[in-house]
DNA sequence: CGCTGATTTCACAAACTTGTGAAGTTAAGG
DNA sequence: CCTTAACTTCACAAGTTTGTGAAATCAGCG
């Protein structure tokens, strides 16, 4: 049987509690979806992340949540597109391997750009249309106002982010 | 008739473009069902939104939109227990209003912390069960130092948007 | 180049969600 | 207290989403 997770029972270090990572697994994903993930790809997601290689194979991956290889192939589709996970292939091997990036995921939550877009066009629309002068047409530029603020704030928050991660926990 | 959003036609000021209102309105919802909110919730909250004094009956939400007083009920004890609008009985009649406060839906969607405690907490849960040594626990620990961080960035934040907003917008 | 194992695509059944009509509840005003 | 308007609850039908099995496609390797 294929040894989930990079770490083999007797291989030099004590065997994860297959349990134990699963309970996390599952609640994780549970957050995820509550944050508006589809339920597969939270689970791929979730399991990776636990993993300690980072990396997991398709089967791997189907034997740990219990899924059908569509059901993988589906969520690790919907994943890469969000560039939450990359796919290799191992070389040698038709087998594919999923990879989490650590540092590049919580980046992507953040990485809101094309949503933020989005919303300042609607509410730009929605002041023009309702008037500049309307109390509605207020509401809504100080609503846009806001969403420009934060827009701008989230970068340089994150470039505080990046020299504080450096000093806690040393170059990616 | 009722008149919709409070701008009574004839009443001083030119009719509201009843069209271009819904334009906005259904747009901005739809925004709002992409960031996970559900379609009745999202409409009834744009509805308020575009509304010029931020107040709409439920027969009056009813009528914009083209949905049940039961689809009203719903989506309003939704946004209610979101803090996102407030409900206000008219003195001397049965009928109530639903309020939405410019300055505190935004403030709500970044008022993640109920949501944020979520995740901390099944993160460090994660850790422990991992392990701290492994590479796991170490990826996830630096997860949640991550939210940790972003956690007291964003109240910073709002003070700094509160600033802002004074010197553009005026008192609240 | 065909064999074979890995991955993807596709149609569908099951499960879940959503909004409605109708009945039920509440409270203002006679 | 009875009437009646306003709101809420409830059961259900319509619509949507989800994950599966089976078939199809892809790519190493002999």
């Known amino acids: 049987m294929a040894e989930p997770n990079g770490a083999a029972p007797g291989g030099g270090r004590a065997a994860r509690d297959a349990e134990a990572v699963s309970k996390f697994v599952e609640s994780f994903a549970a957050q995820l ?14 399991a990776l992340l636990s993993s300690d290689s980072g990396t997991m194979t398709s089967v791997e991956l189907g034997e740990q949540l219990r899924i059908s290889p569509a059901a993988v192939s589906g969520a690790v589709r ?3 597109q ?6 290799e292939r191992e070389p040698g091997s038709r087998r594919e391997r999923y990879r989490v990036h650590s540092d590049q995921w919580y980046e992507a939550l953040t990485n809101r750009e094309a949503v933020i877009k989005h919303w300042q066009y609607a509410l730009r629309e929605g002041v023009d249309s309702l008037g500049e002068g ?17 827009d701008g704030e989230v970068a340089l928050m994150m470039d505080r982010w990046r020299v504080h991660r450096e000093r806690h926990f040393g170059a990616g």
């Open 33 to 46: 979806v509550e944050a508006g993930m589809q339920r597969m790809p939270a689970r791929v997601f979730a």
């Open 78 to 80: 919907y994943l890469a």
């Open 82 to 87: 969000q560039h939450l996970v990359s796919r």
């Open 134 to 150: 309307t109390p509605a047409g207020r509401r809504l530029a100080e609503t846009l106002a806001f969403f420009e603020f934060v």
